[in-house]
């Protein structure tokens, strides 16, 4: 049993506990010092000072007990997150019924006494300061993560039309908030993390492992478009190029051109030498007001400047504020 899954059952056990330990004390007391002698003095007894000492202990490990327990339920958390937003949204999340120490304290002895350390220097912050200008943070490990989830490592699962195994991110070092960091204050995280195919392409390249689709993706995923799959729980990350998948290729058949365009393409170096030689290609999709846009103004050169600008040199051009690798964009 484990005592944060089991609050109630934990302190049954401690109060029984202490109970055992106050009565051991007290035979202690009691058997451990020998009877006075008729003729000693009156005064305080060996054995009230120990029964006294017994009690005293005993009143010290009943405040710690006590303390600990009430220090690690989410009421007591829930003092400080004064605008309560934390507290609401965990109570509405998947891990509703794991307590907030659940995720963040070490598991472990260690771990227990690092997070009642930082809670003592949280309280004396909070009274110091009690607003905060930016949110707080914490770092969620994944020992705290499997320690309920422990099973995870071991089998595969299928959610949301996809099937994967995380034994093999768990291995690379992989943490599992860089998937799951919204599932218990998901409205509170600014920065939310959700599974990505990213990731898995890293290692699916078919070299590494199989780049099937097929593997992790047991549905078509033409029948399960976003809206269904409760989106964004499973998505892609905002599409940069599709070499993803498929080969730049099978886009240029269709389109011409890799499509995205890739990174950097809007700047002179990028779409210059396919701007000029191509523009059927790029009339597809934009028109000459697109392209106005930046290319604005009188144009310098007569219309015959296209064969007569090869006599130029580079230090003419220079006059206009061009680079001197302006030749590059085109040669």
């Known amino acids: 049993m484990h005592p944060e ?63 600990s327990i009430y220090t690690s339920q989410p009421s007591f958390c829930k003092l400080c997150h004064f605008e309560k937003r934390y507290h609401q949204s965990w109570q509405t999340s998947p891990h509703k019924e794991a307590t907030c120490l659940s995720c963040h304290q070490e598991p472990g002895a260690i771990g227990f006494c690092i997070e009642k350390f930082e809670m003592v220097k949280r309280a004396i912050s909070y009274v110091k300061q009690p607003q905060r200008e930016k949110p707080a943070t914490t770092q969620i490990t994944n020992d705290s993560c499997l320690r309920c989830h422990k099973k995870i490592e071991k089998k595969t699962v299928v959610r949301y039309t996809i099937r994967v195994s995380h034994k093999e991110f768990l291995e690379k070092g992989e943490r599992c908030v860089d998937c799951h ?37 047991v549905e078509d995923i033409g029948k399960r478009p976003r809206e269904t799959m409760d989106y964004p729980k499973v998505h892609l990350e905002e599409p940069t190029h599709c070499r993803g998948c498929h080969p730049s290729e099978a886009c240029n058949e269709c389109h011409g051109l890799e499509m995205p365009h890739p990174p950097g393409w809007e700047k002179g170096e990028g779409h210059a030498r396919e701007g000029f030689a191509r523009k059927d290609v790029c009339y597809r999709c934009h028109s000459n007001a697109f392209c106005a846009k930046c290319h604005s103004g009188n144009w310098p050169h007569e219309k015959e400047f296209i064969e007569t600008h090869k006599t130029a040199t580079v230090e003419e051009c220079a006059r206009c504020g061009h680079g001197k690798n302006i030749c590059d964009l085109c040669h």
């Open 5 to 67: 899954e089991s609050p109630k059952e934990t302190i049954l056990l401690l109060g029984i506990l202490l109970v055992l330990i106050f009565i051991v004390l007290t035979l202690i007391g009691i058997f451990a010092v020998k009877p006075p002698e008729r003729k000693e003095k009156k005064g305080i007894s060996k054995k009230h000072i120990w029964i006294t000492v017994d009690v005293i202990v005993f009143i010290i490990l009943l405040s710690l007990t006590m303390g």
């Open 181 to 217: 960091n919204t599932v218990a204050h998901e409205r509170m995280i600014l920065a939310k993390k959700y599974p990505s195919m990213d990731k898995c392409i890293l290692c699916h390249d078919d070299r590494t492992a199989s780049s099937d689709c097929e593997l992790c993706h």
